[in-house]
């Protein structure tokens, strides 16, 4: 009984000892990851990663074939490269050839083989770093940099050209954390600038077949870079020399440009300028003068005498080259009158005149032309037109040498010769053609009507009573002309010189008459405004030349206040001047911005311009005998 | 020898021709290894045979050096011959390849088409190029061997077949166009007496 139990009990115990025994045990894990690296196409080792060992000892073993063989051979070197490697010396390292390579790991319990691996040495080519990398910070000092050099890995063999090797670098301070990298290709050197100034830098090297790896980064090489500092002072003085000179160009433009400049930012502001003021007179500071003339005393006109109004004003042109011509007094406008006219005959008025002062188209078209535009426009003028027509005759009389001086019947002749300017139609102006050239003129024009109100006038015009209207055997002109019959100007000579002295113009042509606008664009007259002084006894009338501005006769428009029309030429002597009011419309034409003003102003003679003009109509009738500029006689209107 | 005699007096030119040939092949190599890369991205690898033959190229009856020693004895002539040979060996399969690549079932078959078309170009400019230097080295590196393709226009029938046969010429080129630039290269070497920092 014993002996069984004894050996149940061995039984029990060898079974229990042998499971003890197999516990944990396995058979081993299969290796993994199998990689293998050449470092310069003539040897190579494997890698692999091994498994679980099953809790024994377990072997590895690597086998390989070659493409092209069925043969098996194992791993010559285990040691070389380290655990779990295999080393393939040159002897057996064959390029162009595939290997086929299997890890085989056994313990006793078993077997485990990996997954084959296929490689070819040429396409695992991965180098050893770079070595002997030397850096070196160059002796300049003010411009140091980093000169780096280095040799390829001792076992590549690039002299042959059996390995073509690319290098890189890379640098970063030392504190830094950031590198930077510079490729060099295949050249062994490089330089590297723009370093900071006392800081110390980290150089790495590192190298790559041309189909294959990177290696790994060379060991670090340190070097410090010297404190430095012309570099960038030189450069802010590059930068502020060009600053300067930019700064000195931009304020060159600015000073060339100055005007244009100033003009920009600060546009001119128109000045106000107030028609009737003298700006001569201004200057002179004779305050009283200046006033004087823009106060219309006689407003409301306290006397009936409504011959005060008769005083008109007619605007004559002179052409623009006779405006130097001032001669004090009468010289002025006999060189006026000689100038201008060229091929005027004895009789010839205005209209027959080959002046280019007159109507281009002697025609009645122009005149017509002159008529129609002047109702549109500034025919203001027609008011004391009339009287400076007939001025104009005269100063057209005057201007032909052989103008016989007191023929008054010429000049009704002449006016004849204009028919459709004097005679039938209602409406005549004359303003067109004596459109006042500047506007200052017009302005001065304009204001002239309502400065030299008959009774604001006597200062600078006479007025000539009935009687020595009648008197008054030439106009002004003539008498300037030939010279003569000055002395019944004589009382108001003064007063025209005086006048005169204030015209820029000379007020001897009198081509305005009726010019048509066009006429009037091609004369660039000024125009002068004159004052029928005195009307001669034979139906002459003195004209005084008004306005010492001259006006552009371009613009037409603008004198439309105070300018009597001549509304019709009586058979006889007259021509009828429009009244004012119906000149009125006019004024708005008046071009000048100034005219505004003036207008204001003269709106209050307008009233009595109109009776002046019908005062002056009667007297008209006495006075054109010759039609001429014998209506200048009227009166009325001060318009310039 | 002949190399030296002609390097002399020819040494620029043939060095900076070496130097653009090298270029060349470079290029050519690098294409078809994006090639392999880009056939195996899509490639199901159990489709795919266990291991491509390349002892079946059809180039691999030239005999070519097969470590650096062995490669280092070659002549120049011979390397240029070497060079030159298998460079005519692939116009053929790449002109197959080309119009295969048009029609692969593969999902990446245009890029695929358009390298292989890169190839064809590299591959007639360095021949060229390669033409001209032969002259200058003699008539030993004239000598081409005459490495016919075999495999006929048609890849195959179904899909696995016609894969299986795409990469494993793929695989054939890879290799051939590194023995070329690697026999280029060491030309170059050999003649930049001139310029020795390059080698």
């Keep these: 009984m014993k002996k069984v139990g004894e050996v149940v009990l061995l039984w029990l115990l060898i079974l229990f000892i042998q499971n003890a025994a197999g516990e944990g045990y396995s058979p081993p894990g299969k290796p993994t990851n199998i990689s293998c690296r050449s470092p310069e196409k003539e040897t190579f080792t494997c890698w692999w990663k091994p498994g679980s060992d099953g809790g024994l000892p377990t072997t590895y073993a690597l086998y390989y074939r070659k493409e092209g063989s069925q043969r098996v051979f194992e791993c010559p070197d285990y040691k070389t490269a380290g655990k779990n490697s295999c080393f393939f010396s040159k002897n057996v390292t064959f390029v162009w050839v595939n290997y086929n390579i299997t890890v085989v790991a056994t313990n006793s319990r078993g077997r485990a083989f990996s997954d084959p691996v296929d490689i070819d040495v040429v396409y695992i080519v991965k180098p050893n770093p770079p070595e002997e990398v030397v850096v070196n910070v160059t002796e300049d000092k003010d411009w140091p940099f980093l000169q780096v050099s280095w040799k390829p890995p001792k076992m590549a063999d690039t002299r042959s050209g059996w390995i073509t090797l690319f290098y890189e670098v890379r640098l970063k301070l030392e504190n830094k954390n950031k ?113 004087s003339s823009l106060v219309v005393s006689d407003f409301p006109p306290t006397t009936s005498n409504y011959e005060d109004f008769l005083v008109q004003y007619l605007e004559v042109y002179v052409p623009e080259e006779r405006e130097l011509i001032m001669d004090e007094g009468k010289d002025l406008q006999d060189d006026s009158f000689k100038t201008e006219n060229s091929t005027c005959d004895n009789d010839s008025g205005r209209g027959s005149c080959d002046s280019h002062t007159l109507l281009t188209d002697k025609g009645g078209g122009d005149k017509e032309d002159g008529q129609q535009s002047d109702q549109e426009g500034s025919q203001a003028e027609a008011d004391t037109k009339s009287q400076e027509e007939a001025l104009e005759e005269e100063l057209l009389a005057c201007s032909h040498e052989n103008l016989q001086s007191s023929n008054i019947s010429n000049e009704k002749e002449k006016v004849k010769s204009w028919p459709s300017l004097f005679s039938p139609l209602p409406q005549y102006s004359l303003s067109p053609v004596n459109r006042p050239n500047p506007p200052k003129t017009g302005q001065q024009h304009c204001l002239s009507d309502s400065l030299f109100t008959p009774n604001s006038m006597p200062s600078y015009f006479t007025q000539p009573g009935p009687s020595t209207r009648k008197g008054f055997r030439s106009n002004y002109w003539e008498c300037s002309f030939d010279h003569k019959q000055s002395h019944p100007l004589h009382p108001q000579s003064a007063a025209h010189e005086h006048l005169q002295a204030q015209n820029d113009l000379n007020t001897a042509h009198v081509d305005y008459m009726g010019a048509p606008l066009d006429v009037h664009v091609l004369n660039v007259r000024p125009s002068e405004y004159v004052e029928v002084q005195r009307v001669s006894v034979e139906d002459g009338v003195l004209l005084h030349p008004i306005s010492p501005s001259q006006e552009d006769s371009r613009t037409l428009s603008h004198q439309t206040e105070d300018y009597s029309r001549v509304r019709m030429v009586n058979n006889d002597n007259g021509l009828l001047l429009l009244q004012r009011d119906a000149i009125e419309e006019e004024k708005s034409m008046c071009p000048y911005q100034e005219d505004v003003v003036s207008r204001a102003s003269i709106t209050p003679t307008l009233q009595n311009s109109v009776t002046g003009i019908n005062t002056a109509l009667p007297i008209l009738d006495e006075m054109a005998a010759s039609g001429y500029i014998d209506t200048a006689t009227m009166f009325g209107l001060p318009t310039h | 020898q002949y190399l030296e005699a002609t390097r002399t007096e020819l040494a620029v030119p043939v060095n900076d021709l070496l130097d653009r040939a090298s270029q060349r092949s470079d290029k050519m190599h690098s294409l078809s290894t994006l090639l392999t890369q880009e056939m195996d991205s899509h490639f199901p690898p159990y489709g795919r045979m266990q291991m491509p033959r390349p002892a079946d190229c059809h180039t691999s009856a030239l005999q070519t050096p097969n470590d650096k020693e062995q490669a280092l004895q070659v002549s120049e002539s011979d390397l240029m011959s070497l060079a030159r040979s298998l460079l005519q060996a692939w116009v053929d399969p790449l002109a197959v390849l080309s119009t295969s690549a048009i029609t692969l079932p593969h999902p990446s078959k245009s890029s695929i088409s358009s390298k292989i078309q890169e190839l064809q170009e590299h591959s007639k400019s360095l021949g060229d190029g390669l033409d001209i230097l032969s002259g200058k080295m003699g008539p030993s590196a004239q000598a081409i061997s005459f490495l016919p393709y075999t495999g006929g226009t048609d890849l195959g029938q179904d899909r696995v077949t016609i894969l299986n046969k795409f990469n494993f010429l793929l695989s054939c080129l890879r290799r051939d166009s590194h023995k070329i630039d690697s026999f280029l290269k060491v030309l170059r070497c050999r003649a930049a007496k001139l310029q020795p920092e390059l080698c």
Excluded at chain 1, 202 to 209: M, N
Excluded at chain 1, 224 to 232: I, R, S, T
């Design chain 1, 179 to 291: 590198w930077e990298e510079v490729s060099a290709g295949q050249r062994k050197t490089l330089q590297i600038y723009s370093l900071r100034s006392g800081g110390t830098y980290e150089v790495q090297v590192r190298c790559k077949p041309d189909h294959g790896f990177w290696s790994e980064w060379s060991p670090s090489s340190r070097v410090k870079v010297p404190e430095y500092f012309p570099q960038e002072r030189s450069m802010w003085i590059l930068i502020v020399v060009f600053a300067a000179f930019i700064l000195v160009i931009f304020i060159w433009m600015v000073y060339m440009n100055f005007h244009s400049v100033k003009r920009y930012l600060l546009p001119p502001v128109p000045g106000p300028k107030i028609k009737g003021i003298d700006k001569q007179l201004l200057k002179s500071g004779k305050s009283e003068d200046i006033f």
